[in-house]
């Protein structure tokens, strides 16, 4: 079977390098899905999860936002902040999904509401893509 390069790569450095067979991944226009092949774009990232077939298996990965670059042998994330799954500290996470829900429900005029949004959706990225749910 055909395989591509994958490469995720954040500021603090790579996250994952890989040979797979398909990319999925939350692009701001819709879902997109990568096979071997894929004419050449680049199109800006949602927070979501990439999911990366290989063998019969899928990886997921938490992103938070970036951009995706594809070429027809290799697809490579520049994110802002991405993690694979068994690297997450789904505590950690918690955490912030649960400091953030509070910030929103206080409904005060100092609250950044854009920003405390932005961090529930990254925490409860990170959640699911821990326990396999995306």
């Known amino acids: 079977m055909k395989t591509l390069t994958v490469s995720i790569v954040t500021p603090d450095g790579p996250v994952y390098e890989s040979d797979v ?3 999925s991944a939350k692009a701001q226009s819709g879902e997109l899905g990568i096979l071997p092949g894929h004419i050449p ?3 800006p990232l949602q927070i979501g999860a ?3 077939k290989k063998g ?3 990886e997921l990965v938490a992103v938070s936002g970036g951009f995706l670059e594809v070429r027809p042998d290799k697809v490579t994330i520049l ?3 991405a993690e694979k799954a068994s690297d997450i500290d789904v505590e950690r996470a918690k955490a912030a999904k ?3 829900e509070r910030r929103l429900q206080a409904k005060q005029d100092d609250i950044d509401f854009k920003r405390a949004e932005l961090a529930l959706k990254r925490a409860m990225n990170r959640i699911n893509v821990y326990e396999g749910r995306i």
């Open 98 to 100: 649960e400091r953030a």
């Open 21 to 23: 067979e398909m990319v």
């Open 50 to 52: 990439v999911r990366l």
């Open 79 to 81: 994110a802002q902040a």
């Open 56 to 58: 019969g298996n899928t």
């Open 41 to 43: 774009m680049v199109a």
